[in-house]
């Protein structure tokens, strides 16, 4: 193997660039399950509320 070449591998093995990027990727993943993960267990309770505030608009308008 050239020279040039093992240098270059020897280079590529120690950089640690691509590490801090995966970490800063799995990071970013972690908090889109955390804030999916909220949505959805927010989201039947907040459609249950707009339903209850629509009936109580639209009865009103009605005079129901």
């Known amino acids: 193997m050239p020279a040039s070449l093992r240098t270059?591998?020897?280079?590529?093995?120690a950089a640690e660039d691509g590490v801090t990027a995966i970490e800063y990727g799995l990071i970013a993943?972690?908090?889109?399950?955390?804030?999916?993960?909220?949505?959805?267990?927010?989201?039947?309770?907040v459609?249950?509320?707009f339903d209850t505030w629509s009936t109580a608009v639209h009865n009103a308008v009605s005079g129901t």
């Open 8 to 13: 270059w591998i020897k280079t590529f093995c």
């Open 29 to 45: 993943a972690l908090i889109c399950v955390a804030i999916i993960g909220g949505v959805t267990a927010l989201s039947t309770q």
């Open 47 to 49: 459609e249950v509320t």
